[in-house]
């Protein structure tokens, strides 16, 4: 499995914010966002190709009990069931963050997903593809149903709101498990936005998520 990298820290947003996990990045993604904060697994995948036994010895090796499957898209992974299914029989509480656009049987207690709105979509020649791909109700409903899930939206701007709310209506999401996070990788922007979104958030009714680690230690890779 090609992974961008793997560390112990603590989940940055979302329901489990806080929650010290490790964390499992695979490499490789089949969107383009504009704004993806990690595009050393999608715009310019990098990595090394470990087993899966690799990676569960480095699992061990830390005192985690929650793990967190990331990319990139894990859910492309060739080898993402067998992977979450022998994180199973560790007893480990699996959360997996992924953008809805494509479904696996995976193992998982938590299906953390980030439907991308138009904000994500690319100039240049990924922009068509991108936008086809990024919204797949099919995969979001059988997703939602089959799992503890948690909806996150990236805001960047106030209209941005409008969008998800359409999303949420038209998947019949429950508004409590809706999350809405700013978007931004700078901690004055991300205050920023979140001065009014938190606002937003209490009219909706939605949940607002920080982004804890970037507030901790910036902008930066393994954390
Ligand atoms: S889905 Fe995630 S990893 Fe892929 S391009 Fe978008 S933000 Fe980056």
Known sequence: MKIAELF??????????GVPSFFIRTSGCNLRCAWCD??????????????LAQILDEVKAHRAMHV??????????PEIAPLTSRLRDLGLHITIETA?????????DLMSISPKLSNSTPAGSW?????????QPGVLGELMARYEYQLKFVIGKREDVEEARSL?????????RVILMPEGVDR??????????????KEEGFRFSPRLHVELWGHRRGV
């Not at 112990?8 to 914010?17: A, C, F, K, P, V």
């Not at 967190?68 to 992974?77: Q, S």
């Not at 209506?169 to 409590?176: F, H, Q, R, V």
Request: hydrophobic share 40%; proline share 7%.
């Open 168 to 176: 949420v209506k038209s998947l019949g999401a429950n508004p409590a």
């Open 38 to 51: 990690t595009p050393y697994a999608s715009w310019r995948p990098e990595g090394v190709d470990l087993s």
């Open 127 to 135: 922009a068509e593809r991108h936008d086809a791909l990024r919204i």
């Open 188 to 201: 004055d922007i991300l205050r920023e936005r979140g001065v009014w979104l938190a606002e937003i958030c």
């Open 100 to 108: 809805g656009t494509v479904f696996q049987p995976v193992a998982c």
């Open 68 to 77: 967190v499957v990331t990319g990139g898209e894990p859910m492309i992974a």
């Open 8 to 17: 112990y820290s603590i989940q940055g947003e979302g329901s489990l914010i």
